[in-house]
């Protein structure tokens, strides 16, 4: 999908980094890493969601060390952007994952001059984004990657829209009708992730926050108990 022209696009270029440079989320790897080594983290993630999304990823972020090697990179974008960095484009990566983290992809990469990320106070997310970016660059003065409806309101304020990934038709209907120019670098279709993205796992921490009655009740030994609150996660996790 790279063109064969040698102009270097003066218009910045600014990339999601959650669902666009990655298959994943930052949230997601770093928080099942920091399980892994620390179980009772479970226990403490829905206090630190009571205090926004936010600080629960700067938490997070604190006690995790990412491996950004080994992340699901979208390897034909990855490509593309690699290509725009050669031309000498600026590129930006803009994220709503915490800047420690965000740093961390950034150095692996060596292709983002600049890093705008969430801290334990703002969520950079949504309009917030687009506040920042048209803050930082003016509307229209920004092309920007991402792959879902969350950055929306960052693509209408964009020259150009990057849709990545297998978003839905409407939303690439949408941003043709409201974008100056609108470009998908699309990816294959599995049943199975389609299914998956129906039911909506990554709102499903949220829902830790049924456990806490049990442990602050120090009720987590009550079988019954424990298994009525794993049905709750559930069934909220299924309604998310």
Known sequence: MVTGNSTVDTIPLCVDLDGTLIRSDLLWESALRL?????????????WLLRGRAYLKSEIAR????????????????????????????????TASNRQLAESVAAHLGLFAEVIASDHQNNLRAKTKA?????????RGFDYAGNSAADEPVWREARQALVVGGAHRRLVRRLSQTAEDCRVFASQRHPWRACLRLLRPHQWAKNIIVFAPLLTAHQLRNLPHLRAAALAFLAFSLCA
């Not at 950004?68 to 930006?92: I, K, M, Q």
């Open 63 to 94: 006690r995790v060390e990412l491996n950004a090697a080994t992340l699901p990179y979208r390897s034909e974008f990855l490509d593309f952007l690699r290509a725009e960095h050669a031309r000498g484009r600026h590129l930006v990566l803009a």
């Open 35 to 47: 399980l892994a080594r620390q179980p009772l983290y479970l226990f403490a993630l829905p206090f």
């Open 131 to 139: 506040a920042t970016l048209v803050k930082r660059f003016g509307s």
